[in-house]
């Protein structure tokens, strides 16, 4: 079985500080959803134990000369190769490599006008939007220059081997009649849900979004998880949406925090009778922690055991596609991503923009690899892989904090991605599906 080598080399580290872990998640679960920070001592000792050896800075070159032109502007055919290559063709555990480049044309800004095309009922995650808001609050003006804007919002993946096809909204919906999406997991899932909402705006007869609390009869009542050291801990409801396409197809989208059995059965319940037309969408791992090397590493050992049940008893017996998505990198600082040492803190990681990852947080999505591919093995045919990790690893100033949320208070989220990039990931996603 592969593995990663990180968690071998976390075990040498300090012992369980729980009272400290607790805090540490209090801190969490009331205000930002980012990991708890260690310290310096702990986490360099865990990359020289690495021998970690920063990757080559991959230089973003020119632009294809028949690459996809701006997309609002003038909409691509569906099949229409991003840089003449053949399409895509994504097997159960692809892992999709590629870099970025920067569309050289003036009026492209990305697939659909974020500005004035999403829903209403979308406005997290909108880099775009002058007036933005954060979990429903509008926390004023950004202070970011356009010319960073539009040269984030050109962006365009070229993968190495192959050809992304363009998703087109109207074909989407014709592809999604008799079809549900659900998309299931924490908050970065919810990039995915809110970009295909703006993307598919004008295929969308109704919709609505918002905080979970403010839908008290979806799946009431506390779900718990068990987490390290005995400690019980009530999962966090956090963001329910759906929309209606033209053609009948819906997507839906339900975060929270850690995965609970009986919040996944509830969830699925409003959804029953399940078929092989439904896709699931899911992924974890946001909330679980990776770098408490002084907290015997309970996020990573409870990871290991939900994602256990979640895959031998849930996802196996899914009737439709499930698309495992990716761990989404975040960019903290340091080459995971994660650099507790700026700002000496425990419990928050304060700073003012957002960094380079050169290696990313690998060893989740190694294990989910290996748990669906050898555990699950034939039961799990239907689960893929969504490959996003490399791809997005390689943009640091793709997320909210680099567009300012909660930059000017040194406490950027480098963890959230503006809809952009989620657009990418849904890019693959349909290429992956229809
Ligand atoms: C970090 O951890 C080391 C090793 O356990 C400890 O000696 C040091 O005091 C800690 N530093 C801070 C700032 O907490
Ligand atoms: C994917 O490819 C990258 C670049 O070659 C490599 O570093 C990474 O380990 C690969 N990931 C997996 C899961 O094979
Ligand atoms: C996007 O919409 C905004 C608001 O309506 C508008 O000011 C802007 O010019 C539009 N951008 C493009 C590229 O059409
Ligand atoms: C905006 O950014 C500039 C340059 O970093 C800075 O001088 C200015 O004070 C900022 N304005 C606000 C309102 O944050
Ligand atoms: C949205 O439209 C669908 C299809 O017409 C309908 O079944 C559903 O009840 C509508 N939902 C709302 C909230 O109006
Ligand atoms: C979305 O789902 C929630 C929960 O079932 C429901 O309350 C709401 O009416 C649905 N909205 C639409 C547009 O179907
Ligand atoms: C899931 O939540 C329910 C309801 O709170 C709880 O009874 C159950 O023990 C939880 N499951 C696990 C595995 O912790
Ligand atoms: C399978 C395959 O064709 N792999 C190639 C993908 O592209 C890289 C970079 O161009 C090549 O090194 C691989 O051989």
Not at 131 to 157: L, W
């Amino acid at each position: 079985m592969r593995s990663g080598s990180l968690h071998r080399a976390g075990r040498s580290m300090k012992r369980a500080d729980l009272p400290a872990a607790i805090a540490c998640l209090l801190v969490h679960l009331c205000s930002l959803e980012r990991a708890c920070a260690s310290n310096d001592t702990t986490v360099a000792a865990a990359l020289e134990a690495l021998a970690y050896v920063p990757a080559a800075n991959a230089a973003n070159t020119g632009y294809a000369a028949n690459a996809r032109p701006s997309v609002f502007a003038t909409r691509p055919s569906p099949a229409a190769a991003l840089d003449g290559q053949p399409n895509c063709v994504f097997d159960q555990m692809t892992n999709l490599t590629g870099h970025w480049v920067s569309n050289s044309s003036p009026s492209s800004s990305g697939f659909y006008n974020a500005s004035s095309g999403c829903p209403n009922y979308i406005n997290e995650f909108n880099c775009q939007n002058p007036e933005y808001f954060v979990r429903g609050q509008p926390t004023g003006s950004r202070n970011v220059s356009q010319t960073f804007i539009d040269s984030e919002n050109s962006q365009v993946f070229l993968p190495d081997n192959c050809s992304l096809r363009s998703l087109e909204p109207a074909r989407f919906n014709d592809q999604m009649a008799g079809r549900r999406m659900i998309f299931l997991g924490d908050s970065l899932m919810r990039g995915n849900w809110q970009s295909l909402a703006c993307w598919l705006a004008d295929q969308i007869v109704n919709g609505s979004a918002g905080a979970w609390e403010d839908f008290p009869k979806v799946c009431p009542g506390d779900y718990t998880v068990r987490w390290g050291g005995g400690a019980i801990l009530t999962v966090r409801k956090q963001y329910i949406g759906n929309f209606t396409l033209k053609s009948g197809g819906m997507a839906a989208v339900r975060d929270h925090s850690w995965y609970n059995e009986s919040l996944y059965d509830d969830i699925m319940a409003e959804f029953q009778p399940l078929t092989n037309m439904d896709i699931l969408v899911i992924s974890y791992g946001g909330w679980y922690e990776r770098f408490q090397w002084d907290t015997a590493q309970n996020g990573w050992l409870a990871f290991k055991d939900h994602m256990n049940h979640l895959v031998l008893d849930r996802l196996k017996r899914f009737p439709g596609q499930v698309i495992w998505k990716e761990y989404t990198p975040q960019h903290f600082g340091g080459p995971f991503g994660f650099d507790p040492g700026v700002g000496g803190l425990v419990g928050g990681n304060f700073q003012y923009g957002c960094q380079p990852a050169s290696v990313g947080e690998f060893w989740y999505d190694d294990f989910m690899r290996d748990l669906i591919l050898d555990e699950c093995g034939d039961d799990c045919k239907h689960v893929k892989i969504l490959p996003i990790f490399e791809m997005t690893r390689q943009r640091p100033n793709a997320h909210f904090g680099a567009f300012g949320d909660n930059a000017e208070k040194g406490n950027a989220d480098c963890k959230h991605y503006c809809l952009h990039m989620s657009d990418w990931w849904n890019t693959v996603l349909y290429n992956m599906i229809f």
